[in-house]
C-alpha cells in the first residue's frame, strides 16, 4: 500500500479501439446498445481535429458503471441491481496526449496517454457525441503504468518459473523511486535464496 501512488497516479498509456456508429450503456462492448447513429460523414480529418479538445487539463464524466461509489458502494453493483444511479459531476483529469493510429471507419484506433482518474470509455464517447454520432469502446490495452512498460517489463506465461520471476522482480524494482529494502529469506534449500521486498 505504500506504493500506491507510484503505480496509481503517474500517466499512463492506453491503446484503445473505438466504434462509431453505436452508444452502450457501460460505454464498452460488454454493455447493452442504448443508440445507434449514422458515421458515413466522418473523415480521419474530422476525427483528428475532434483529439485536440480532448487534450490537456478537461473535465470528464465518469462511466455510471465504475468503481467509483455512492454510499459505499461502487456505482457499477448498484446499476447492475437496477437502481436509480445519477451520474457524478464532470471532473478534472489530465490527458498528456492523443494520436490516432488507425481509421477504418466502424473502428479507430488511439493511443492515449493521461493521468489517474481518467477514463478511456469516457473518452471514446464524448469523442462520438463531438462528431455528431455516438461510440463505444471495443477494445483497451494499457501499455505503460508510470514506470512499467508493457513492451519492457510484461512476464509472459511460458517464462512464469521461479528464476524469470525473481529476475522481473529485480528489475522491476530498480526502476521504483527511493531504495526499497531487500532481504533474503531462508529455504529449505541450502544455498537457495530468495528476494522478498519489503
Not at 480532448?54 to 446499476?79: C, H, N, W
Not at 490527458?95 to 481509421?103: E, K
Not at 466502424?106 to 461510440?135: H, M, Q, W
Not at 490495452?141 to 519492457?152: A, I, N, Y
Request: proline share 6%; glycine share 8%.
Amino acid at each position: 500500500t505504500r506504493l500506491t501512488t507510484v503505480f496509481l497516479f503517474p500517466s499512463q498509456k492506453y491503446t484503445a479501439i473505438g466504434l462509431l456508429g453505436k452508444a452502450t450503456d457501460t460505454l464498452d462492448a460488454t454493455g447493452r446498445v442504448t443508440e445507434e447513429k449514422p458515421y458515413d460523414q466522418i473523415t480521419k480529418g474530422d476525427l483528428e481535429n475532434v483529439l485536440q479538445k480532448f487534450t490537456g487539463d478537461i473535465m470528464q464524466v465518469p462511466p455510471l458503471y465504475s468503481a467509483l461509489k455512492k454510499d459505499g458502494e461502487r456505482l457499477s453493483t448498484l446499476m447492475k441491481r437496477g437502481e436509480a444511479v445519477e451520474a457524478k459531476p464532470a471532473r478534472p483529469v489530465k490527458v498528456y496526449s492523443i494520436s490516432l493510429q488507425q481509421f477504418q471507419p466502424p473502428l479507430f484506433t488511439l493511443d492515449v496517454e493521461c493521468g489517474g482518474g481518467f477514463y478511456v470509455r469516457s473518452l471514446v464517447n464524448d469523442i462520438g457525441k463531438e462528431l455528431s454520432t455516438c461510440a463505444t469502446m471495443q477494445e483497451l490495452t494499457r501499455t505503460k503504468q508510470g514506470p512499467f512498460t508493457l513492451e519492457e517489463h510484461v512476464l509472459y506465461e511460458d517464462k512464469w518459473t521461479i528464476d524469470e520471476i525473481a529476475r522481473s522482480l529485480e528489475h522491476c524494482t530498480s526502476l521504483l523511486p527511493g531504495e526499497p529494502s531487500h532481504k533474503k529469506l531462508k529455504t529449505e534449500h541450502p544455498g537457495e535464496t530468495a528476494l522478498s521486498c519489503e
